[in-house]
């Protein structure tokens, strides 16, 4: 009985001690990141820009890539490396440009990066789920400006992404 008692209290402590070893990590799902792609590139193409939008989640993987028609096939990288920063750097695109133009030149030349304005962070609270970088408007500000417009449309749904049944 004695053994068995020790035995039980060594897994428990185990458990205890290795309980933080898996970490959850939140996610988009495919159909919100493709709304998110797809109200981005109609946003501009309200203002008249033919524009491709890149989401990426918090790894930097590609979630969705969605390029307007007339949209140069150059804009699809660019809005990648736009929103790869923004997971990069932790802040949205322009922000980071402003305060860290002293190494634009070097992180300009890491593969998958780029500094120009343009991504934005993906956020539910607090909890950044990934990033958007739009590429074709004349102007980043104007291609930050459509993903902006977009996430503001599906604030809602960003707001609740997050909470589980048991919230």
């Given amino acids: 009985m004695k053994v068995q008692k020790i035995i039980l209290i060594?897994?428990?402590?185990?458990?205890a001690l290795f309980s933080?070893?898996?970490?959850k990590i939140e996610r988009m799902s495919m159909e919100l990141a493709m709304q998110v792609a797809k109200k981005s590139v109609e946003s501009c193409r309200k203002k008249g820009y033919w524009v491709s939008a890149?989401?990426?989640?918090?790894s930097a993987n590609v979630q969705v890539a969605l390029r307007d028609t007339h949209a140069a096939r150059f804009t699809m990288d660019i809005a990648e490396q736009k929103a790869n920063l923004v997971i990069m750097s932790g802040?949205?695109?322009s922000d980071f440009?402003?305060?860290?133009?002293?190494?634009r030149n070097e992180l300009n030349n890491i593969n998958g990066l780029i500094m120009m304005?343009?991504?934005?962070a993906v956020k539910s609270g607090d909890v950044i789920l990934g990033a958007v970088g739009v590429s074709?408007?004349?102007?980043?500000?104007?291609?930050?400006?459509?993903a902006h417009e977009a996430l503001k449309l599906?604030?809602?749904?960003?707001?609740?992404a997050t909470m589980s049944e048991d919230d």
């Avoid at 933080?20 to 970490?23: R, Y």
């Avoid at 890149?54 to 918090?58: A, E, F």
């Avoid at 304005?117 to 934005?120: E, K, L, Q, T």
């Avoid at 074709?136 to 459509?146: F, Q, R």
């Fill in 54 to 58: 890149v989401v990426v989640d918090r």
């Fill in 10 to 15: 060594l897994i428990v402590s185990a458990s």
């Fill in 136 to 146: 074709g408007a004349p102007g980043g500000d104007i291609d930050a400006a459509c």
């Fill in 91 to 93: 802040i949205n695109s």
């Fill in 117 to 120: 304005d343009g991504g934005v």
């Fill in 97 to 103: 440009v402003l305060a860290r133009s002293d190494i």
């Fill in 154 to 160: 599906l604030e809602e749904r960003l707001a609740f």
């Fill in 20 to 23: 933080g070893d898996v970490v």
